[in-house]
């Protein structure tokens, strides 16, 4: 169960095998994740090693100026190839909803802010077609009130667990303003693992909203 301890990286799961010649599939069980110089905001994604350091970059994201939150997920650094994206829909009175796609426009992930629920503390239902579904809530209900009226993006520890309390996708940052996020996707006991680009995209729609009281 999700502990009140804050802890500054990510819970790392030693069965899960990273290598860095293998291709990009969902094998990829650590991912490294940090914000890099360019406005709009851009971040580059990169598998995780054991040692907790940054392995072979995965996608290069740019995040279009816009009043939705929004990002493209690429394979190489001048934006040509796209992997796939996320965009939200304006704020409801009740819910705000982001679709994580692929460029086809497969919907592989989609999840939801439950803002009445989220009064105290930030509650972020995922879900996907594959049927690996969860709720997120910050582990520090303290730091997430002061979010909302401060600009403080760091001690992030958002686990994600299924109803039966298994973790699908952790995400962690540290202390630093420039510390990466650190991401662990645990294999479920089915063996099913939350796809990559599916945390990739909640950690950068994260970082674009905490500081705007919105996750």
Known sequence: ????????????????????K????????????????????????????RARQRGQILAYVRCPF??????????????????FSFVGRWPFLTKNTYRVKAPGGKVIASFDK????????????LETPSGIEGIGRDVNVALNKARRVMDFSALVEF????GGAREIVTVSKGWGKIDPYLVNIP???????????????????????LNRSQF
């Open 159 to 162: 686990p994600f667990y299924t």
């Open 66 to 83: 816009s009043p939705i939150r929004m990002a493209r997920f690429y394979a190489d650094e001048a934006g040509t190839q796209l992997l």
């Open 187 to 209: 294999r479920l006991p089915d063996g099913r693992q939350l796809d990559w680009r599916v945390a990739a995209a909640i950690t950068v729609l994260m970082d674009l909203s």
């Open 114 to 125: 439950d803002l009445g629920k989220s009064f105290a503390n930030a509650v972020i239902h």
């Open 1 to 20: 169960m999700p502990s009140s301890h804050i802890t500054a990286v990510a819970k790392y799961n030693d069965r899960v095998s990273i290598d860095d």
């Open 22 to 49: 293998v291709a990009v599939d969902n094998r990829w069980g650590r991912l490294h994740i940090q914000r890099t110089k360019g406005f709009p905001r851009r971040y580059e994604v990169s598998a995780a090693t």
